[in-house]
């Protein structure tokens, strides 16, 4: 069964920057794209960044264009450095992986295939 785990969320003030990796596990098709959300208490899950299985080709949300970078380390790795952190970047933030099933698929929406758990971050004033 596929799997994806996020890690490092943590707490971390203003300004500051954190890494989030994004595991994933028994995914063998090439098909795939990774992408990251966040949700916020009360508020709907929302885009972020998404880049697909080649890595070449890499998407953002316009709030994070700037500030939040996508990259692959390997088929089973994919991070997100995010800089110049907010207190409205609090939130639990997720990878997800979305199959590619045409070429208008789009990353920004939801729909996606297998989920993680999620991982906390939180930015301090």
């Known amino acids: 069964q596929v799997q994806l785990v996020e890690s490092g969320g943590g707490l971390v003030q203003t300004g500051g920057s954190l890494r989030l990796s994004c595991a994933v596990s028994?995914?063998?098709?090439?098909?795939?794209?990774i992408g990251w959300f966040r949700q916020a208490p009360g508020k709907e899950r929302e885009f972020l960044a998404a880049?697909?299985?080649?890595?070449?080709?890499t998407y953002y949300a316009d709030s994070v264009k700037g500030r939040f970078t996508i990259s692959r380390d390997n088929a089973n790795s994919v991070n997100l450095q995010m800089d110049s952190l907010k207190p409205e970047d609090t939130a639990v933030y997720y990878c997800?992986?979305?199959?590619?099933?045409?070429?208008?698929?789009?990353?920004?929406?939801?729909?996606?295939?297998?989920w993680g758990q999620g991982t906390q971050v939180t930015v301090s004033s």
């Open positions: 997800a992986a979305k199959r590619v099933r045409s070429i208008l698929t789009d990353f920004s929406i939801p729909d996606y295939d297998y």
């Open positions: 028994r995914l063998t098709s090439s098909g795939y794209g």
């Open positions: 880049i697909n299985w080649s890595g070449r080709n």
